[in-house]
C-alpha cells in the first residue's frame, strides 16, 4: 500500500494564480483531512471530509476550498493564491474521524 | 485562545541515552492527547497517545506521562537511537470531536 500520496512535491505560484493540491488514500479510510504547518510552528487544520460527500471547515479555512472527488480523493483548492499560503501542505487520512491520522509527505507551497 | 505548548524547544542527546520531550497545554477540557514524530521532508508519524483518566501509557520504548494538576505531558524515549531523531508534536483534542490542537514541536537530535 502507497498509504497517503500527494502531488505535486513542490509548486511555485505567482500571487493571484491558482492551483489544486491532490490528495489519495489507498487504506479504505472514510475521513481525510487538509493541515498547512508554518516555520516553527505545529499544524493547523484547514479542512476536513469526515466521509465521502461531506466536508467541513478547520482551524483556518479562509483562502481555501476542498472537494472530495470520492472516498479516496480529496482535493485542496488555492483560488487566488497569497504570499500568506506560502506553506508545506500536509493531507491525512483515518478510519473514522479520529487523532490517530496518517499524513502524506506533504506538498512545499512558495507564493511570491 | 486556549493552546498547546512545549517548553523545550530543542533538545540533544547521546545515542543510548533516555531522552524526556515536554509538553504543556492550557484548555482544561481536553481528554486525549497525542505525540507525533515528524522525519525531515516527511509527514507526521503517530506515537502513542493518553486519555485524560491514565496517568502514564507505555509503548514500544516510549512512555507517554500525564499530570492534569499541572497540565503538562511528557514523552519518555528509551535508549535513544540516530533514528529518533526529529520534530516531536504533542497534540490535544476532546473525545467529543476530532479535531487535533499542535504544539510547536521539540527538534530531538541524537549524538552517536
Known amino acids: 500500500n502507497a498509504g497517503v500520496t500527494q502531488t505535486p512535491k513542490f509548486q511555485v505560484l505567482k500571487t493571484g494564480q491558482s492551483m489544486t493540491l491532490q490528495c489519495a488514500q489507498d487504506m479504505n479510510h472514510n475521513s481525510m483531512y487538509w493541515y498547512r504547518q508554518d516555520p516553527g510552528m505545529g499544524l493547523r487544520l484547514i479542512y476536513y471530509?469526515?466521509?465521502?460527500?461531506?466536508?467541513d471547515k478547520g482551524e483556518v479555512p479562509n483562502g481555501y476550498n476542498v472537494s472530495r472527488l470520492n472516498k479516496r480523493e480529496f482535493s485542496l483548492r488555492l483560488e487566488s493564491a497569497a504570499p500568506s499560503q506560502t506553506s508545506v501542505y500536509f493531507c491525512?487520512?483515518?478510519?473514522?474521524?479520529?487523532?490517530?491520522?496518517?499524513f502524506g509527505p506533504g506538498t512545499r507551497l512558495t507564493v511570491t | 485562545g486556549e493552546n498547546v505548548g512545549l517548553h523545550l524547544p530543542t533538545l540533544s542527546v547521546q545515542e543510548g541515552d533516555n531522552s524526556i520531550i515536554n509538553c504543556a497545554y492550557s484548555?482544561?477540557?481536553?481528554?486525549?492527547f497525542i505525540w507525533y514524530k515528524q522525519e525531515s521532508g516527511k509527514g507526521p508519524q503517530f506515537i502513542i497517545d493518553?486519555?485524560?483518566?491514565?496517568d502514564k501509557r507505555q509503548g514500544q520504548r516510549v512512555t507517554v506521562l500525564l499530570n492534569k494538576t499541572v497540565k503538562h505531558l511528557s514523552l519518555q524515549i528509551a535508549a535513544t537511537q540516530p533514528g529518533d531523531s526529529a520534530v516531536y508534536f504533542c497534540a490535544e483534542t476532546r473525545s467529543s470531536n476530532y479535531k487535533l490542537t499542535f504544539g510547536k514541536g521539540t527538534l530531538l537530535t541524537v549524538n552517536p
Open positions: 484548555n482544561s477540557a481536553s481528554d486525549y
Open positions: 491525512a487520512s483515518s478510519l473514522v474521524l479520529s487523532y490517530e491520522q496518517y
Open positions: 471530509s469526515a466521509s465521502e460527500g461531506t466536508t
Open positions: 493518553i486519555r485524560s483518566n491514565m
